[in-house]
Each structure stands twice: as structure tokens, then as C-alpha cells.
């Protein structure tokens, strides 16, 4: 008996404490997170915390506090949150970080530098721009649906993420691309419509080094932008045309779901010219063909070399953007930094990238037609 009792007593001094521990009671968790470009130089931060007030009897009910300061840093800013409101300040559960335009198109690390240092920071969180306008007005909105205006845009994110219109990168994954040399990134933007109560998915924008081009990849062509970054959601859909009749216009589309995609990048030295060839090949479905006969004999291949043919000139025009924002979203300059150093050392990326050649070849190949023919 005395040897369990020793036993036992030597293995609670291997047990951790809660000395760390942090109880909800006592802090104020911090959902959604907004930095706008205020007046004079300084940023105005806005915060959405909830606050569950319990029942004596079934669920309690919430209530959503909204508030907002300007401050010369966002930490300062954060302080003086503090003292407006009861409890503790904790950003340890954030789930989106939102940057006005305005602000955005300056360098935005000096924003995001509390965030990586402060350990109780959620570095999951995702980060969006908010497109004509702020992200005091977004996080403030009078929005229907969910209670929280944190679930409403994480929702709308996560959406984006499962369909391949955004890659999903949070604040962690986004931090070496703002911080290396060679490789830029795009984040989504938010516009909010119908009079205040909507807010939509409005496209990817593109970022060059650290701070927001004001150019942007539209929400239509999101999906294709995705792929030729080799990014795949739960589903990724097409809708292009790919013929002209003359009747109804309808019967000139195609929808085609993506069941595999295998992306190939190939970036060469041709004596210190830069060039990069990007292959694409995809195997569809056709989930929409209103003009039908899939029958006939030839159709599918005929479908799938105009396929291939409207989306290799999309790809042309998506990368023309890209060079356009100098956005180099695909890290073209990170491997020619890794496999030609030499070269690297005697370029100037920023006004390089912009004039290199960037190929892009889309092969479509149509495995199922649905149930019907």
C-alpha cells in the first residue's frame, strides 16, 4: 500500500499545472478584426466582440459589441480598446483580419508585425481587403443570417476556399510571402452590397511585396487563376463559351467540373533572359451542355479541343494581368533565386518580372458527360 501511495505522489510531479490557464469570464474575445487608413497618418482599428449573457432556464442570449478607435500603431490602438471595455482585450481567437483599400495599398506588415509577435495571436485567421470601402463599415454592417459578423465573412471565405475561387492561406502561410524576396500573393476581396446587408466575393487582389496593387483577378475568372497555381478546391466548376450558332446564346456554354488537375512549371536561363512555360492539364466533366448530342460522333473531342483553346487564351490573359500589377503570384523570381543565383544577384526583379515571358498551355480532356447523352 505504502509503495502505490509513493508511486502515486512521484507521478504527480510529472503532471502539468494550469498555471497559464485564462478564463473566459475574464477576457473580452475579439472575433473580427478591421484596420482602415485614418486622418493624419493614423489607422483606425475596429473590433466585433460577443458577449453570451446566461438563462435561468434554455439557451442564453448574445449580444454583439462594436468598437473602434484610431492610434497610431495597431497595438496602441489595442490598448485604448482595453480601456473602453470591461474584462481583457484577447485576440487569441480571431477569425479574420480586414484591411480598407486605402490602407492595404501601403506596406501592410507594419499591421500585421503585432499579430506575429503576440504568442495569444491566431495565426489561423484568414485576411481579406474590403473593395470601395472599409473594414469599420463591413464589420459594422447590418447583415442577416448568422449573429456573429466573424461566422457571416469566415463562412463566406470558407465558401470561396471550397470552390476554388481563393487558396485559403491564412496569416501564418502569408507571413514568408511577405517577408522573401521573389514571390508575391494575392488575398480576397470583399465588397458590400444591396444597400449595406450583402457582402459578396469580389475577386482575388494582388499584393507585390507587401502592399495591394489595387489590381485585381475577377471573381469570373478566379477559378482559372486557382488552377494555374495548381490550387483545387472541393469543387472547381468552368463555364465557357465555346461555340457561336447564332440562336439562343445559352446553347453556346459549356459547365465543366474539374475531377483531376496536374499543374507543371518550368522556369529556364536562356543567356540571362528569364522565360516560364506553365502546363496545364485537366480531366472534366461535363455537368452543362444545353445544346446536347453529345452523341455524335467527334463531339467530345471537338468540346475538348475548344476547351483547351478558350482556356489557354484565358490563361494568356490572366498572366498579362499579373505582369500588368507586377504581381509575381506563381514565384517565378523565388526559383530563379534557387536555381540560378547568378543570375538572380544581377536582377531587379520588380522591373524584370513585368517583362519576362510566361507561357501557359491548358490541355482539356473530357472523361464523363453525365447520364445522359
Known sequence: MKKCFLICMVCTLFLTGCWDEKQFKNVKLVLSLGFDQ?????IIQTVSIPTVRRASEGPGSESLQIVSTSANTPLHARDKIDRMISETYDPSK????????????????????????????NLNAYLAVVE?????????????????????????????????HATGENLQLLCAELLEPGIDFSVPLLKIEDGG???????MGLFHEKAYTGEKIGAEQTTMYMLLQGVKGRVARLTEKIDDNGKDEILDYVTVSIAE??????????????AATIHLDLRVK????????????GRIEEISKKLSERLTEES?????????????????????KAYHPEVWKELDWSETYPEISITPKVEVEVIQHGIIN
Request: charged content about 30%; proline content about 2%.
Open 132 to 164: 470601395e470601402g472599409t473594414a469599420k463599415d463591413v464589420i459594422s454592417m447590418n447583415h442577416s443570417g448568422a449573429t456573429r459578423i466573424s461566422n457571416y465573412i469566415g463562412g463566406l471565405l470558407e465558401a470561396a476556399v471550397s470552390s476554388t
Open 261 to 274: 488537375n496536374d499543374r507543371k512549371m518550368k522556369v529556364e536561363n536562356q543567356d540571362g533572359e528569364i
Open 197 to 203: 446587408s450583402l457582402l459578396t466575393f469580389n475577386g
Open 94 to 121: 480571431v477569425k479574420v483580419v480586414l484591411l480598407g483599400e486605402d490602407l492595404a495599398k501601403k506596406d501592410v506588415y507594419p499591421i500585421l508585425d503585432d499579430m506575429y509577435r503576440n504568442p495569444r495571436s
Open 316 to 336: 494568356v490573359d490572366i498572366i498579362a494581368q499579373l505582369q500588368e500589377a507586377n504581381s509575381d503570384v506563381f514565384g517565378i523570381g523565388r526559383r530563379v
Open 286 to 297: 461535363i455537368a452543362e451542355y444545353p445544346s446536347d448530342h453529345l452523341y455524335v460522333k
Open 38 to 42: 485614418g486622418e493624419d497618418g493614423e
